[in-house]
């Protein structure tokens, strides 16, 4: 095939590819419930947070946790499936449970995307 035909077919294609990777981790993060203890951070190239719980690395495509937050190793995680906000919760000393933190989709797709 010539240029005059690769370069728009790949024009058209990327897009489509990006947008149907966005859609499914969207919908990944929207009807999956989390609750877990953070064992480690890491930021990524968007300057947000990945957090690990045990071997595995969580970063959410539609919830952005801003690495200028306030969380720490040992908060808590907390999102109930379908809900459009991500809590975060930190043990205090009395052992209860404080929000330090809560996000809200900023997704392309949110919640009502996929959940009814």
């Known amino acids: 095939?010539?240029?005059k035909i690769l370069i728009p077919l790949f024009f058209l294609i990327v897009p489509i590819v990006v947008i149907?990777?966005?859609y499914y981790n969207c919908r990944i993060d929207h009807l999956?419930?989390?609750e877990f203890i953070i064992d480690e951070l890491s930021e990524n190239h968007t300057k947000s947070l990945k957090l690990r719980h045990g071997k595995k690395w969580i970063s959410f495509q539609s919830f952005v946790i801003s690495n200028r937050a306030d969380i720490q190793i040992g908060d808590i995680v907390v999102k109930d499936k379908c809900s459009s906000s991500l809590f975060i919760y930190r043990i205090d000393a009395k052992d209860s449970k404080k929000l330090v933190h809560e996000v809200t989709d900023s997704g392309l797709f949110t919640s009502n995307w996929f959940c009814k």
């Open 20 to 22: 149907v990777q966005v």
């Open 1 to 3: 095939m010539n240029a």
């Open 32 to 34: 999956s419930g989390y």
